[in-house]
């Protein structure tokens, strides 16, 4: 999500109950099914266009919906983000893979009220050893942060952990968008940014989901927004990664709701 400092600080973090965590649970299932679909299906040649039809279609055929679709006026179920695209990427008829691309998928489901999120980098073919290790730091970097989500750790822990193996890798964070908590809306306080302090901001406690999403890049980590008013490019052309997973907090440990 992008940014917002002044609402998160002001919302209070929500707590879920067992309940609510077996449906989170529901809806991230249903997120990576798609999303392990779509890795499938990640070939030259494919349209992505193609791919939001499969993601919306698989999503209703389980018995969610969509959750980014309306959101904020974004008009389709999928984000889809091709090489130097960070986030937030439209499909298009015309945008198609092609071989030595590295595409990312983002996609949230609701279902009976609660919202999933999950997102992952793939290899359309053969790709260049830096994009292969660009994907392999960020999605590292996502495991360490989570990691960190433990009882009496704070935020800032996890960005911490986040930023400390990007930046050990020679990549960058990005940090105009951070993570975010989840439940009933997509966006919940508080952020996660990939950048930080340990022992730096909110206290974390069992019952807080957070969606834990490093977005990565090669180069600097300046984006812009093109015309189309969502996607974002870093503004030096250089390759980006994502990798996101929704989290619950538990008494045991950290444990990844968006895992099958
Ligand atoms: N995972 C992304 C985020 O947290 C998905 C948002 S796409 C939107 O920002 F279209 F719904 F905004
Ligand atoms: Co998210």
Known sequence: MRRVATVSA???????????????????????EV????AEESKPGVSTWD??????????????????????????????????????????????????????YDFGVEYEGYIGDA??????????????RLMKVTEEALYRGI?????????????????RHVEGNGFAVIRDFVGHGVGQSLHEPP?????????K????????????????????????ILEDGWTAVTRDGGLAAHFEHSVVITARGPEILSRI
């Open 201 to 224: 901001g909110p206290r974390l406690q069992a019952g807080m989901v957070l969606a834990i999403e490093p977005m990565v890049v090669t180069g600097d980590p300046g984006v812009k």
């Open 35 to 38: 999303l392990l679909r779509l």
């Open 10 to 32: 002001s919302r209070r973090i929500k707590l879920k109950a067992p309940w609510e965590i077996e449906l989170l649970r529901r809806a991230n299932v249903i997120v990576m």
């Open 119 to 132: 997102a992952l980098t793939v290899a359309v073919g053969r790709v260049s050893e830096l994009a292969e």
């Open 51 to 104: 791919l939001e039809i499969l993601a919306d279609t698989l999503c209703r055929r389980r018995g969610g919906r969509p959750a980014f679709k309306g959101y904020r006026g974004y008009p389709y179920a999928l984000c889809v983000s091709i090489n130097q695209e960070v986030i937030h990427g439209m499909p298009r008829e015309d945008k198609v893979l092609r071989e030595g691309d590295i595409v990312s």
């Open 147 to 163: 990691e960190k989500a433990r009882v009496g750790n704070r935020v800032g822990d996890i960005s911490a952990a986040i930023q």
């Open 191 to 199: 952020e996660v940014p990939n950048f930080g302090k340990p022992g």
